[in-house]
């Protein structure tokens, strides 16, 4: 309900507006005589008169250009403010962030920017808002028949199917844009699909009328004469089925042309429906959008998706990681991923993360890749290929920050971890079993009490391992196994995700440097608190290529106490990235 706060307070302020104007207008209307309205076209005497037609005429344009002072002055600034919100606030302890997500953080301003933009936002709804008007305005002096001498003597017989067409196209217009609008779902095809259908609905009914031909004057019992009703219901409906009748018209020349009833072959593209969250309704609707497979759906723009459709952004995102593995997998591979619980592009790719770092974690991931590629009836070298294709793909990596910005980040949830078995134990041989789950490659000899435990779910994050120091001043040390040697080139950065008992804090202390102990003047210090972190979590991106490329580097961190005696640690995520 906050959510959608700016927009009820605009649309409440565009109502008032209009309410305000009808009144207005009704005041200076009173006790007008029809003798005022002889003159010109555009006296004020007129618009006095017809003051009811001309505010049915803004009321179309009304709508769209709300629509998109909606987008540019609120929804724009709104999802700039997610953007940067989400990760500008993550601590990053003098150092940068990754090279390829801050490309992917670059490619969504850029889209924000231009699909919010005012240029944007100008030539999608202002200026089909303006021509909205006009043609409005054009048609509120037709059918009133006063635009012209010619219309005002042929009014009641040669204008009747242009004034019902009119009035058929208007009332198509109001009907969707009212029901889109409400469901906010107005999009500039739409917007622009207003002005054709104002202009097509006198066409159309003047057409109709010219291809009855004259209709015969109906006989009442009065003795008066007049047009028979079914004839100007006929002119009415041509305008308001102006849509149709112009599919109509294109599937009658298609055919006409090529000769056939349809020279469309069979597509082999994966349909919509195939995708989970995707019913024959939403299919539909992103047909509109030109987006009728999973391949297109796959390739689309996420951010175009989340301003023209009135689907969410996690909507969106799931049906992209799931389409892209469309992409790179045929059908029946995706069905076996599914019963093992592997459900999109996001959780193949991140099988390359899990399990880099010691060779004893190599070792299993070469294992498991191997197991699933046996399912999937493939090479597992050529499995290994599309996993480390699908980590790299700059589509996937658009859609995997999406995911992150609205607060499901799948990065830190890795997918052998869906049925996490809650532990606490004291027990020193079980340490380095339990905190592989979030930190592979790192190992502890000492937690203070209660021992070390296992949560199935802390903030919304599953599969965090907790820790204590040891004693006042006497930290829990979680130390890497193996040194890791950083690349001479490329980047590698040590990732850190952790959280706090909200009834404290603690200091996290990280150690990057050579012999043992660690040498690192000074260790880089944080404390680790509800002032420190976003949504229950605090982020850490250390740059290990900026002061150590090609060399052999020892890790260490430490959950030390910070004040009071609530100072348990939460570890979502410790890992080693390369690019």
Request: include cysteine; hydrophobic fraction near 45%.
């Amino acid at each position: 309900m906050l959510q959608n706060l700016p927009n009820i307070l605009w649309t409440t302020l565009i109502a008032i507006l209009i309410t305000t104007l009808v009144v207005v207008l009704i005041a200076f209307s009173t006790n007008i005589s029809p003798d005022l309205l002889e003159g010109t076209l555009f006296s004020w005497k007129l618009i006095r008169q017809m003051w009811f037609l001309l505010v049915l005429a803004a009321i179309p344009s009304l709508l769209i250009f709300q629509y998109g002072f909606f987008l540019y002055f609120v929804d724009k600034s709104r999802k700039l403010t997610s953007l940067d919100g989400r990760y500008e606030s993550l601590i990053y302890v003098n150092l940068p962030q990754n090279r390829k997500r801050k490309i992917q953080r670059e490619q969504l301003k850029s889209d924000i920017e231009y699909y919010y933009g005012f240029q944007g936002v100008l030539l999608d709804f202002f200026l089909p808002a303006a021509l909205t008007l006009l043609v409005g305005i054009t048609l509120a002096f037709v059918v009133s028949g006063r635009a012209s001498p010619i219309l005002s003597a042929t009014y009641d017989d040669n204008m009747r199917g242009v004034i019902f067409g009119a009035s058929g196209a208007y009332v198509y217009v109001l009907i969707t844009l009212f029901s889109r609008y409400f469901q906010r779902d107005l999009t500039p095809g739409m917007a622009y699909w207003t002005v054709a259908s104002l202009c097509l609905g006198p066409i159309l009914g003047g057409l109709t009328q010219a291809i009855i031909g004259p209709t015969p004057p109906k006989q009442d019992g009065s003795g008066a004469t007049g047009i028979p009703l079914a004839y100007s219901t006929l002119y009415f409906f041509a305008g308001l089925s102006s849509r149709e009748v112009v599919g109509l018209i294109k599937v009658t020349a298609r055919r006409m042309w090529s000769g056939t009833a349809s020279t469309e072959s069979a597509s082999t593209d994966v349909p919509l429906t195939r995708i989970r969250g995707i019913s024959a309704e939403k299919a539909e609707r992103l047909q509109e959008e030109g987006i009728g497979s999973a391949t297109a759906l796959a390739c689309s723009n996420p951010m175009q998706l989340i301003r023209n459709t009135p689907f969410s952004m996690a909507e969106i995102v799931c049906w992209m990681d799931q389409a892209l593995l469309y992409l790179f997998l045929p059908e029946t591979s995706v069905a076996v991923l599914r019963a093992e619980g592997i459900n999109g592009a996001i959780d193949v790719a991140y099988y390359r993360d899990i399990y880099s770092g010691s060779a004893q974690a190599d070792q299993e991931f070469h294992q498991r890749t191997e197991d699933l590629a046996t399912k999937l009836k493939m090479d597992g070298n050529s499995f290994r290929d599309v996993i480390q294709r699908l980590y790299y793909d700059t589509q996937l990596s658009l859609v995997w920050l999406l995911s992150d910005l609205d607060g499901n980040d799948t990065s830190v949830l890795p997918i052998d971890k869906r049925r996490i078995v809650p532990i606490q134990t004291n027990v020193v041989a079980q340490f380095d079993g339990i905190l592989a789950n979030v930190a592979p490659g790192f190992v502890t000899n000492a937690v203070g009490p209660p021992g070390i435990a296992l949560l199935e779910n802390y903030f919304s994050r599953s599969g965090v391992v907790c820790t204590n120091p040891v004693a006042p001043n006497q930290p829990c040390v979680l130390t890497r196994t193996d040194p890791f040697l950083v690349p001479a080139t490329g980047e590698a950065f040590l990732r850190i995700i952790v959280s706090f008992d909200p009834r404290g804090s603690w200091l996290l202390r990280v150690k990057i440097g050579s012999g043992n102990p660690i040498v690192q003047d000074p260790p880089i210090e944080q404390v680790i608190g509800p002032q420190t972190t976003t949504d229950g979590w605090a982020e850490f991106l250390f740059d290990l290529s900026e002061h150590h490329a090609g060399q052999t580097v020892s890790i260490a961190l430490e959950n030390d106490t910070d004040q009071g005696t609530w100072n348990a640690a939460f570890w979502g995520l410790v890992r080693i990235e390369t690019d």
